[in-house]
């Protein structure tokens, strides 16, 4: 009798992916990289230290302006659909989706991944830039967390639009990057309501309570965020379960 | 018996690309070897069969199932995919576990399973800490295989299981396959490898083309396609002396003893086969086998495509 039957455990697929992928990013190498991209992050910001008057403002428009506003978005968009990309690409996807499965639950699973896995480096640079922070006296405790909590919602949401693009397209690097340039940077720079759509544009709000060393935790601008990576997922996993892949080739769906 | 695989007037395209013809055919309870050269249609068969694509035109039923989004039928398949690659960094008890997460196995008993599977599929234990990515190509099949069992499934589903590995660990691949055949569970092996499954399957479904040839035991393929050649190959402890026997008792034209192989050329070759066990008795020598060369397999394939 087949064990799976009975008992069918909620959410299986997606604590599957989950489990191979954190195994996958605690290998003694990924757990190194991590460590090397965390201590490179301190050591570079505390080159700051070189011009101690300016240290503070240098260190909150560098970690605002260029780490969260300018790398976050390009990194994400170019990494976030590498799980599902690889899997397909690999083949290995094969052993997945002959089980009884749903596609919607396995994409899921895929964008939990591809988020931990983007996650793994910007975690530790974020680590190695928020001990500087500290280190500097450019961070307080409620720029801390206004830091923290923008950075993962920023992450989440990158890595959600990511995975869309990857669902329909092997092109996802690319089109990554056409996104970034044309809704992050043109209608972000476009008023009139019209920048709302661009997730740096929240980001930016979000990261004023950087400057002013006290937060900002804006709700709007985090429910922003949030919906848009909430459209990506529901989009991505719209098109994954609707679409048929070639398997082990660079081939669209 | 009620088959576990029918195919009724079967087509699958890739867009403009034949990947099956209109076939029909039957796969009963057993082993099954799916066979065929490159590019005959086994992968989009087996495609089909494990619900990955849906048939273009014709029906496809599995256990009177359709498989394509058929998640309960799945719980019921076991498929090893052709091709090699798996997650190297991972250890294949993980890797399972994982699997066996996504097909809903509760987590708390996911390692029972994958560690039971391991061993059906006879990796031994002191590899299960290595990760899959240092492992032979051998060890890499027997993971492939656990994968596919762990879940004790009606039908496992293998293409081109034994590519590149050496005659000893075919030998072993197939013991495994017909200890999961004794325990209930039934078993379709793709090759294009002919003899590699010539002593392990039942029945065969013979592709080319895109097309069934025949399907069915061999020995019904052999019946309606092929005719007796005179040749017969034998391998035995003492081929001189059993030649002299045969010989004595005017059964042959002519023979050839090399090693402990002996070719012999008989005058009624289909009475020949029928009778040998009596025949050979009287003669103190050891039969290792006996071959006629129209029955092997590659033999019947080749006339039926020519």
């Known amino acids: 009798m087949s064990h799976l039957t009975s008992n069918k455990a909620r959410l299986g697929a997606i604590k599957g992916v989950l489990f191979m992928r954190i195994q996958e990013l605690t290998t003694p190498a990924a757990l190194s990289r991590n460590a090397i991209v965390a201590v490179a992050s301190f050591l570079l910001l505390m080159l700051l230290r070189l011009d101690v008057d300016n240290a503070a403002s240098r260190y909150q428009g560098l970690v605002a302006g260029l780490f969260v506003l300018k790398f976050l978005p390009i990194f994400c968009l170019t990494k976030g659909g590498e799980t599902l990309r690889s899997e397909l690409k690999e083949g290995t996807i094969e052993y997945l989706w002959v089980r009884p499965a749903s596609k919607v639950e396995l994409y899921l699973g895929f964008m939990l991944s591809g988020f931990l896995g983007t996650f793994s480096i910007v975690g530790s640079a974020l680590v190695g830039i928020s001990l500087a922070g500290l280190a500097l006296g450019a961070l307080g405790g409620g720029a801390f967390l206004s830091l923290w909590l923008t950075v993962v919602v920023v992450v989440a949401s990158f890595t959600a639009i990511s995975g869309a693009i990857s669902s329909f397209s092997s092109k996802f690097v690319v089109l990554g990057i056409f996104y970034y340039s044309f809704v992050e940077l043109g209608l972000g720079a476009i008023p009139n309501g019209v920048q709302r759509l661009a997730v740096s544009f929240h980001a930016k709000t979000l990261l004023n309570g950087l400057t002013s060393g006290d937060g900002n935790l804006e709700l709007n601008s985090f429910a922003w965020i949030l919906a848009t990576g909430l459209i990506g997922i529901v989009l991505g996993a719209a098109i994954f379960s609707q679409s048929r892949y070639v398997v082990g080739s660079e081939k669209e769906a | ?306």
């Open chain 2, 1 to 306: 018996m009620k088959p576990i695989i029918q195919a009724q007037e079967l087509s699958c395209f890739y867009g403009i690309v034949l990947g099956l013809n209109n076939v029909s055919f039957e796969v009963p309870a057993g082993i099954t070897g799916l066979v065929g050269p490159n590019g005959a249609g086994k992968s989009t068969l087996i495609k089909l069969i494990t619900g990955q694509l849906a048939p273009s035109s014709g029906t496809l039923r599995v256990f009177g199932e359709s498989p394509r989004n058929n998640p309960k039928l799945l719980g019921h398949l076991g498929y090893c995919p052709e091709r090699e690659q798996l997650p190297k960094d991972l250890r294949p008890v993980d890797w399972l576990r994982a699997l066996a997460s996504v097909s809903g196995t509760p987590w708390g008993e996911t390692k029972v399973l994958a560690t039971k599977a391991l061993d059906r599929a006879r990796l031994g234990q002191e590899h299960w800490k290595k990760r899959i990515g240092t492992y032979s190509k051998g060890m890499k099949q027997r993971v492939k295989l656990a994968q596919a069992i762990m879940h004790d499934p009606k039908l496992v589903v293998l293409d081109e299981p034994m590519n590149g590995l050496d005659p000893m660990g075919r030998s072993e691949f197939g013991e495994i396959l017909k200890e999961l055949h004794q325990g209930g569970t039934s078993v379709l092996v793709s090759s294009h490898i002919l003899h590699e499954l010539e002593f392990l399957c039942s029945g065969f479904v013979m592709l080319n083309w895109g097309r069934v040839l025949a399907s069915g035991s061999q020995i019904d393929i052999r019946k309606t396609v092929v005719e007796w050649s005179d040749e017969i190959s034998i391998r035995c402890s003492q081929p001189s002396e059993l030649a002299a026997h045969l010989q004595a008792q005017g059964l042959l034209r002519g023979f050839l003893a090399d090693g402990q192989d002996l070719t012999i050329w008989v005058n009624e070759p289909e009475n020949f086969l029928a009778q040998w066990p009596t025949l050979f008795a009287g003669c103190d020598c050891q039969i290792f086998e006996v071959r006629n060369k129209n029955q092997a397999l590659s033999s019947i394939f080749e006339r039926m495509t020519r």
